[in-house]
């Protein structure tokens, strides 16, 4: 699994070295004979479905936000605030703002996120600022992480 990891790691590198729109990385794996092929893909979602299970797709910015420590998302996070860019769509069940961020994070235009504490809900926003007070309710621009 390690090994497949640092794979991925090498093929989004050299997609974002080669290629600044690279958005996802799909990497061809075993028994394909072309195992270890790198495609760099602009969309964030990457292949949504593998009809022969021979590749697998990452996106950048997912693996960038899980390189992010504790102290960065704490410093990243804004407590009791909202944020003004316009919402795109609302998921209900996010169980923290790293669940709500790494929703927004497959979005091509999702910029930031407000995740209410009380009741999980998570609003995927495209860019903006900070807004505003609200209570139980915590903002985060994902550009931040990365």
């Not at 961020?101 to 910029?111: I, K, L, P, V």
Request: with cysteine; aromatic share 8%.
């Amino acid at each position: 699994s390690s090994g497949i990891n640092a794979e991925y790691g090498d093929c989004l590198r050299r997609c974002k070295s080669s290629w600044s729109n690279t958005g996802s990385a799909t990497l061809t794996i075993e028994p394909s004979p072309d195992a270890g092929q790198c495609k760099c893909i602009k969309e964030r979602r990457g292949y949504l479905f593998d009809t022969n299970g021979f590749y697998s797709s990452i996106s950048s910015l997912c693996w960038d936000i899980g390189q992010a420590d504790n102290a960065k998302w704490n410093s990243c996070t804004i407590y009791n605030r909202s944020h003004t860019g316009s919402a795109m769509v609302v998921v209900n069940g996010t169980g923290s703002i790293k669940d709500c961020t790494m929703a927004c994070a497959y979005r091509d235009e999702c910029q930031a996120v407000t995740y209410k504490r009380d009741t999980g809900e998570c609003i995927l926003r495209r860019s903006g600022g900070q807004g505003g007070g609200l209570d139980h309710a915590d903002s985060l621009n994902i550009n931040c992480l990365i």
